[in-house]
Nanobody
């Protein structure tokens, strides 16, 4: 059974930065497409960044382009989300996800537990 464990959430002021990390266990990360989702209060969960299984493509939703950077390190079995120039609109619970095929369509097979990111003065 694949397990994903997130770390790195917290409270940050507008304009600040946070880095989220997700570690995969019991399987090699190279076999999975990976992504980051978020769910803000009162809103549906949305995909915000994804890297394909072979790392040939990286995708970002428009609202985070130029501010967030996703990366993966198959050797360390981790993938990260560097978030810069955060705004209050980025406040949400962030989830990492992995799937043997894709995280961009349908529901990914594996999910992290979620980590709270709060952007506030």
């Amino acid at each position: 059974q694949v397990q994903l464990e997130e770390s790195g959430g917290g409270l940050v002021q507008p304009g600040g930065s946070l880095r989220l990390s997700c570690a995969i266990s019991r399987r090699a990360l190279s076999g999975y497409a990976v992504g980051w989702f978020r769910q803000a209060p009162g809103k549906e969960r949305e995909l915000i960044a994804a890297i394909s299984r072979l790392a040939l493509t990286t995708w970002y939703t428009d609202s985070v382009k130029g501010r967030f950077t996703m990366s993966r390190d198959n050797a360390r079995s981790t993938f990260d989300l560097q978030m810069d120039n955060l705004s209050t609109e980025d406040t949400a619970i962030y989830y990492c996800a992995a799937d043997p095929s894709t995280v961009q369509f349908g529901q990914p097979q594996y999910w992290g537990q979620g980590t709270q990111v709060t952007v506030s003065t």
